[in-house]
């Protein structure tokens, strides 16, 4: 193989350590490193306990330099960070001047390090010692860079003993560390193994000057972020590094760790970061973060409800060393026992569910901090963060953010005259984008509400007018099918309609439309929409129920077993299963004719926009019930007449064929259920708009 070529390197850094006062520090050699430290000082006796030492880093593959200076921390414990001037460390470290100039005899070696292959890589570092820090890709990268992407624990752990702690520290083309690459892959046992040999690690900075810590937040690596966030020295991070760590952590779902940066900083709760974002701004955009129904079941929202959880600071008492490594070793043991168990006994779902719901009380303990923070301030500065770069009220009003709203207005009542730069309140754009929960907010004001209900748009827009405008495309796909989509919106113009003065039914836009004028030119596609839907539905529920109503038909003439030459009646006629039969035969016919009778209905209806509201809906749900009683009452009656021919004969068979004909019942009810349950909770439910307790702001 051919020699490793020598590396050029040569890069200053300012890094932490700890030297012992003296006169001068003369040049000295290190042993096996090759690590040599001469002082940069010429004064004899310096009055500053820092002392600018270089080190020069020698061996197979090159040299490089780099100016130490001591750190001004004496312990590894992490104090209460409060945002202090950074300490000088710059974001790149023993980067090469020059590229690889051959690749090829590092692809063996690349190999082993992505497939974790230590033994074929051992061979390689006894023959080529240089190798451990060699730059193998195009990249720039060392087969520990590539090791730690590929979280290979074991390659890790023995690569790191055969390397320096400088070498650790070697950054890619993109300056990225190592620990960077570990911190992206969310492994935090690697992670452990790199900053136990260097410690400072944790402060080199990746590319575009990120920290690992800052690397591990953006991709949502829970227990990685607190890892690292223990083992970072503080006094290197700018408050502008916790303002983008905290947004980074709030984007990524990580609340507790966002929490307990804001309660050691509160002051951060009103600072903006790199996008002009508060923390307001960001949770205002999440409102996943605070809702208690987004994909639960009945069961799943009972435990949610009943199940108490309690807010904990988990780090309260961050800090490196042994004692460190044991809370975290008894914590993976506590856990993993726990969550063995919770699989046992079949709870795997309800630890989800709590889970999520410890998060919305992190996320809704985020916001009540951030706005703490921002009551402070005089009303012209509340003002200006609210407006500017976007307005977390009005966003949060537009996406639902319904937990988010009343926890602002609790505290500053003022929020509910607030209006954008069209002049609209919150609850006009909760009408624009069928926000109910946020409309239904405006009960709660009293007589305010006819106030705010008055306010017009610039194009001379009531709340009315916005009402019968379409909904947009995510709020309408809320319900299944055109017909239904027709009939909330018909809801929602009803409803708003009953709010607001009498004037304003007729009052007219900027281009002289009343609201019901402007209701029928938006919804006059999704009208055509829901004839054709309602009109594909009927047809195909009515051949069914055609096809039910013309074989029951037949079968009450060709009775099973046959009739009576003599008498012409029924030779098992008073068989318990034959009245069974006869019985189902005709609840089946009859109600496959009603059935068809109201698809039929449906299909010669005029379609008017009022005929969505509650004619056409209920039509179609007594034709789906009649159907589905029909289907379930035909196979029914099936049964009855197998156990008449074959049930003296061969008993047995009886089991198998009920649990045959039991499975189009099952998957009728399964495939049609929710479609009929949207239809008669909107149609006779408590209705969307119900005023309940929980919608209460005071």
């Keep these: 193989m051919e020699n490793i070529p020598k590396l050029q390197l040569e890069r200053t850094l300012s890094i932490p350590t700890c030297f012992p006062q003296r006169n001068s520090v003369p040049s000295t050699t290190a042993t096996s490193d090759g690590i040599s430290l001469r002082n940069s000082s010429n004064n004899t006796r310096s009055s500053s306990p820092q002392h600018a030492v270089t080190i020069q880093f020698n061996h197979g593959i090159g040299q490089a330099e780099a100016t130490v200076l001591p750190s001004p921390i004496q312990n590894e414990s992490v104090s209460r960070p409060t945002a202090p001037a950074p300490q000088t460390l710059p974001t790149s470290f023993l980067r090469p001047r020059t590229k690889p100039i051959n690749l090829t005899m590092y692809a063996p070696l690349c190999q082993a390090a992505l497939g974790g292959n230590w033994e074929k890589a051992r061979k390689i570092f006894s023959l080529h010692p ?21 979280n290979k624990v074991q390659f890790v752990e023995e690569l790191v003993k055969l390397m320096s702690p400088l070498e650790l520290a070697l950054q890619n083309k993109y300056e990225n560390t190592a620990l960077c690459f570990a911190a992206a892959s969310g492994l935090t046992r690697i992670a452990k193994v790199m900053v136990m040999k260097n410690r400072f690690l944790p402060m080199v900075r990746g590319s575009k000057g990120v920290t690992p810590l800052h690397m591990a937040a953006l991709l949502g690596h829970r227990e990685m972020v607190w890892y690292l966030y223990s083992v970072t020295d503080h006094q290197y991070l700018s408050k502008e590094d916790y303002i983008s760590l905290l947004t980074a952590t709030i984007n990524s779902n990580l609340f507790d760790v966002a929490l307990h940066i804001l309660q050691q900083m509160p002051e951060l709760g009103i600072e903006r970061d790199q996008n002009e974002d508060t923390i307001l701004h960001v ?21 949610y409800a009943y199940v108490s959880v309690h807010l904990q600071n988990r780090s309260s008492n961050i800090s490196s060393g042994s004692t460190e490594k044991h809370n975290t070793k008894a914590y993976l043991i506590i856990t993993r026992v726990i969550q063995h168990l919770l699989k046992t006994i079949g709870m795997e779902r309800v630890r989800k569910v709590l889970e999520t719901k410890l998060m919305h009380l992190q996320a809704l303990e985020l916001v009540k901090c951030s706005w703490k ?36 207005i609790q505290s500053y009542p003022d929020l509910i005259w607030k209006v954008d730069e069209e002049s609209r309140s919150i609850f006009h754009i909760a009408v ?4 109910e ?12 509400k006819d106030i705010i209900t008055s306010y017009k748009s610039t194009n001379n827009e009531n709340i009315l007018h916005l009402a019968a405008k379409l909904a947009p495309t995510n709020r309408l796909g809320i319900v299944s099918g055109a017909a239904l989509q027709m009939q909330r919106e018909l809801l929602w113009f009803k409803e708003v309609e009953t709010i607001v ?3 304003y039914k007729e009052m007219r836009d900027s281009r002289g439309r009343t609201p019901g004028m402007l209701f029928t030119e938006e919804h006059k596609e999704l009208v055509k929409e829901g004839e054709k839907w309602m009109k594909e539905t009927a047809s195909s529920c009515m051949l069914v129920a055609a096809l039910i109503t013309t074989v029951m038909f037949a079968a009450i003439f060709t009775v099973p077993g046959g009739n009576n030459n003599d008498t012409g009646t029924a030779i098992f006629l008073k068989e318990k299963a034959f009245i069974i039969f006869s019985m189902m035969d005709a609840l089946a016919l009859f109600s496959s004719v009603i059935s068809i009778l109201m698809f039929l209905s449906i299909l010669t209806s005029r379609y008017a926009e009022e005929d969505f509201l509650c004619t056409l809906p209920k039509r179609l749900i007594i034709g789906f019930i009649t159907l589905f009683v029909a289907i379930a009452a035909m196979l029914v009656a099936f049964c009855s007449s197998f156990f008449i021919v074959l049930g003296h004969q061969m008993a047995w068979i009886i089991i198998p064929v009920a ?13 049609q259920f929710p479609l009929l349950a949207d239809m008669i909770t909107s149609s006779y439910g408590s209705g969307i708009f119900t005023f309940t307790s929980k919608d209460t702001i005071y």
């Design 130 to 150: 240089d190798a451990t820090s060699a730059r193998i890709t195009k990249g720039w990268e060392t087969a520990l860079h590539i090791a730690a992407g590929a």
């Design 283 to 303: 949770l205002a955009r999440k409102p996943l973060a605070f809702s208690d129904k987004i994909g639960f079941g009945i069961w799943q929202r009972l435990v």
């Design 373 to 408: 923070e921002v009551l402070l301030l005089n009303d012209s500065q509340i003002g200006n963060l609210l407006r500017s770069p976007s307005r977390p009220l009005f966003v949060a009003a537009e996406l639902g953010n319904f937990e988010f709203i009343v926890e602002l």
């Design 432 to 435: 624009i984008h069928r926000q």
């Design 437 to 448: 929960k946020i409309y239904k907010l405006i009960y709660n004001i009293g007589s305010h």
């Design 501 to 503: 003065q009498a004037s």
């Design 659 to 671: 649990a045959l004909a039991s499975i189009p019942i099952t998957l009728f009810a399964f495939l």
